[in-house]
């Protein structure tokens, strides 16, 4: 069974940054493909990244690659999403979502972030 609680999000102005942290129960955490995923009011939940259970492979959604980071500290069992240059179009909740298989079958219970004007 895994756990997975994001903190982090908040309010910021547009242009300011971020971090995200996804903390995980797991035993095995460093075997973990974690993903970021975010949803805006109305929309459909988008991919935003995911990293491999090392840390060594990440792999972004094309149009967030040069302002969005994906990182892990697997002796903390957390990944985080460092997000700089924000804009209002990045307001969502975002959730963190563990692989099992070949579906992310663990998900956390969201963070919202607002980005204002």
């Known amino acids: 069974q895994v756990q997975l609680v994001e903190s982090g999000g908040g309010l910021v102005q547009a242009g300011g940054s971020l971090r995200l942290s996804c903390a995980a129960s797991?035993?095995?955490?460093?075997?973990?493909?974690i993903a970021w995923f975010r949803q805006a009011p109305g929309k459909e939940r988008e991919f935003v990244g995911r990293i491999s259970g090392s840390g060594g492979v990440t792999y972004y959604t094309d149009s967030l690659k040069g302002r969005f980071t994906i990182s892990r500290d697997n002796a903390k069992n957390t990944v985080y999403l460092q997000m700089n240059s924000l804009k209002p179009e990045d307001t969502a909740v975002y959730y963190c979502?563990?692989?099992?298989?070949?579906?992310?079958?663990?998900w956390g219970q969201g963070t919202q972030v607002t980005v204002s004007s």
């Open positions: 797991a035993r095995t955490f460093s075997s973990l493909v």
């Open positions: 979502a563990a692989l099992k298989g070949a579906e992310y079958h663990y």
